[in-house]
Nanobody
């Protein structure tokens, strides 16, 4: 089983940036990885995904602001988040699509 550990969350002002990391305990080579988020009282929603070939997909509200990337040599997936808004406040989870693994999440809070 592959364990996923997210990091990089925190408190940031509107318009600010954060870079989330997801470190996997095993190889993620060729596997599609994704980021999801869950705000208080809401369901867990898709944010972005990246295939093993590097093809990315984004939820509409984050297009142009968030960028997903991967470093297979380090078994790590990243989520660069720019122009953050209060609506981006949520617990962000890393997800291994094929095997259904989830990390424990990292909190992102956007507030002035």
């Amino acid at each position: 089983q592959v364990q996923l550990v997210e990091s990089g969350g925190g408190l940031v002002q509107p318009g600010g940036s954060l870079r989330l990391s997801c470190a996997a305990s095993g190889s993620i080579f060729s596997r599609t990885m994704a980021w999801y988020r869950q705000a208080p009282g809401k369901q867990r929603d898709f944010v972005a995904s990246i295939t093993g070939a590097g093809t990315a997909d984004y939820e509409n509200s984050v297009k142009g602001r968030f960028t997903i990337s991967r470093d297979d040599a380090k078994n790590t997936v990243f989520l660069q988040m720019n122009s953050l808004k209060p609506d981006d406040t949520a617990l962000y989870y890393c997800h291994h699509i094929l095997f259904g693994y989830w990390g424990q999440g990292t909190q992102v809070t956007v507030s002035s």
